[in-house]
């Protein structure tokens, strides 16, 4: 195989595996066997040690880094990394939307004392995981991070770049930062535990735990083996420049809901279960749903997050002292 063919070939494996990297890891959808990709992964590995200077930034050979880092760096966020007001009670909720009506009547888009003042929202499953920010330049993965206090986190690119469900390059060529959960699915996590207990090895009390003890692992091919994965959920930034030669660039969606579709039109795995809820007592009515549904799930469910549907609300609300 000369030089020209090796390109050729190259190009046509990585996206074939890309292909289905994204239905088996993001979809959930395989449609080979295990054995059959890692056989197309095998050949890719053995061209590119033929013709090394032929190794591209996305390629699935680069996801695990040669040698473990001796530590990890910090890393100040662009974008202000803000926490969750809590609610534990139906009540709680009806007051929270209570005040979110009248927020809105006194600043303009609700006309006070109308009944029919009912601001929708975005409903989502809250996975117990660790929270990761993650950068792309021109579509290409730059920079991986832990949240930290907010303002600085921990640098672990190099660790998210071996979880499969996360894309090294985009579907577009625009750069964004996306915020999202590190989770270990449970089964993984019964597997793992077994063969900790099994080499007399301290095991973990539950997935979160091991998830974050396993991000913050300095040997990305530790993190490579214990097949971590990620529900991304927020578009936190977006370039509105136009990017490299193509002029892709990301029009702001002007809901949560139309962000979501965003992030999972991009490539990312965003967790499914996401809805739109008219009113307060739709929002209650999910929450009362997973209640019961959420045990039945391979990952851990640590709540719901409500938020409200229209970009142009949330702007207007802004935000208390650490939450939106």
């Given at each position: 195989?000369?030089?020209a063919e090796a390109k050729k070939r190259l190009e ?313």
């Open positions: 195989m000369d030089k046509k494996l990585r996206k074939t595996i890309e292909h289905h990297r994204y239905l088996y890891h993001v979809l959930d959808s395989p449609e080979i066997s295990d054995e059959a990709l890692d056989s197309l992964k095998r050949e890719l590995v053995e061209i590119e040690t033929q013709f090394p200077d032929l190794i591209t930034p996305d390629s699935p050979s680069q996801r695990v880094s040669g040698k473990p880092l001796d530590e990890f760096q910090k890393v100040r966020h662009k974008v202000p990394q803000w926490s969750f007001n809590d609610i534990f009670r139906e009540q709680e909720m009806i007051d929270f939307n209570d005040r979110i009506v009248r927020m809105l009547e006194k600043s303009g888009p609700f006309k006070k004392g109308v009944t029919k003042n009912k601001p929708e929202y975005t409903c989502e499953l809250k996975i117990d995981g660790l929270k990761v920010v993650i950068e792309y330049e021109n579509g290409f993965l730059k920079q991986a991070a832990t949240r930290g206090d907010g303002k600085v986190g921990e640098d672990v690119t190099e660790n998210v770049r071996t979880i499969e469900s996360i894309p090294l390059k985009l579907k577009k060529p625009v750069s964004v930062i996306v915020e999202g959960e590190v989770y270990l699915d449970k089964r993984q996590f019964e597997k793992i535990n077994k063969k900790l207990a099994d080499a007399g090895e301290k095991t973990y009390a539950n997935p979160r735990n091991l998830a974050a003890g396993t991000l913050r692992q300095l040997n990305s091919q530790i993190v490579a083996d214990r097949n971590l994965s990620v529900f991304i959920y927020d578009l936190a930034w977006a370039s509105d420049e136009d990017l490299s030669d193509s002029n892709e660039k990301i029009n702001t969606p002007k809901t949560q809901f139309e962000e979501l579709e965003l992030l999972m039109d991009l490539g990312f795995k965003v967790n499914k279960n996401f809805e739109l809820c008219r009113d307060v007592n739709e929002v209650i009515k999910y929450w009362k749903k997973w209640q019961n549904k959420k045990d039945k799930e391979t990952y851990q469910i640590d709540g719901v997050v409500v938020k409200v549907n229209r970009k142009e609300y949330q702007d207007i609300l802004g935000y208390t002292g650490k939450a939106p």
